[in-house]
């Protein structure tokens, strides 16, 4: 079977110049951008490696970047040989990405309808690496993926840990007593909508919006929409703390509460 850049009659149809999707990151995209350029990141060191080895990609295989970017995931599939295509609702990263090549593989579309821009049945997998959390309608995204993919195509989700890394209802504490650093959680079963700011410092306006759901949303959603999950991984955070009368207590708390969930939803 042909991938979608050796078929003659599709052409990544370009979106009309419309504003960014309510979900997207257009607001902060300059600070993400620079962020990505940092060289000690949880996504540079955790995320992105995992999600490679997870993915697993072939070469010559036809890979989606949903929600990509400013497409660093997406170089990577790339750079393992995989043919890439990603986009994003917001068009000032999808120009980004542009800018870092390949320039021809992205384009800007709203996750919860990008289907209408891709052939069916077409790429040999896709990924989505912490966003899925950033769009209100996850379940669409999933139903998306199910007509862009082949059938046995894997579908590589990585969120921030929905049991323990809940916006405004989960926090790090200390107990004196036992000397021991905890995880509370105040909320979990009830569906959030959250506004988070971007990075420190920045104007409190300019937010974006984080969705919560329990862990049987997503594995409930994917079977729904065709998926079948056979494989789960919690990842935990790299960082160490050498110093300080804490740092033992923090490195156990980071090795024990994972930061990252993983899963790989098979297409059936």
């Not at 042909?2 to 990544?12: A, D, E, V």
């Not at 992105?48 to 989606?64: D, E, F, H, Q």
């Not at 690496?129 to 998306?144: G, H, K, M, T, Y």
């Not at 594995?219 to 804490?246: H, I, Q, W, Y």
Request: net charge positive; aromatic share 8%; charged share 20%.
């Amino acid at each position: 079977m042909k991938t979608f850049h050796q078929r003659k009659n599709f052409k990544g149809r370009p979106p009309p110049p419309a504003a960014a999707a309510k979900t997207s990151w257009e607001g902060v995209s300059n600070w993400y951008g620079e962020h990505m350029n940092e060289s000690e990141t949880l996504l540079k060191g955790v995320v992105y490696p995992n999600a490679l080895r997870i993915l697993a990609p072939v070469a010559n295989k036809s890979y989606l970047d949903i929600a990509c970017g400013e497409g660093a995931f997406s170089r990577l599939i790339g750079q393992a040989g995989g043919i890439v295509a990603g986009f994003d609702a917001a068009p000032s990263l999808i120009e980004r990405a542009k800018r870092l090549g390949p320039r021809g593989n992205y384009l800007v579309a709203d996750a919860v309808n990008f289907g209408k821009h891709y052939p069916s049945r077409v790429f040999d997998g896709a990924s989505c690496l912490l966003a899925i959390q950033n769009i209100d309608r996850p379940e669409s995204v999933f139903r998306n993926a199910n007509q862009v993919l082949k059938d046995g195509a894997p579908l590589v989700l990585i969120m921030n840990h929905p049991c323990f890394r809940i916006p405004r209802q989960s926090s790090w504490g200390w107990e004196e007593e036992r000397q021991i650093q905890y995880r509370r959680i105040d909320m979990y079963m009830s569906p959030l909508k959250i506004p988070i700011v971007a990075h420190p410092g920045a104007d409190k306006k300019t937010s974006t919006l984080s969705y919560h759901h329990p862990l049987s949303f997503y594995v409930n959603a994917l079977k729904a929409s065709g998926f079948l999950v056979e494989a789960m991984e919690e990842l935990v955070s790299n960082r160490v703390s050498d110093s300080g009368a804490r740092a033992k207590a923090e490195n156990r708390s980071r090795a024990e509460i994972p930061m990252f969930l993983a899963l790989r939803a098979i297409k059936k």
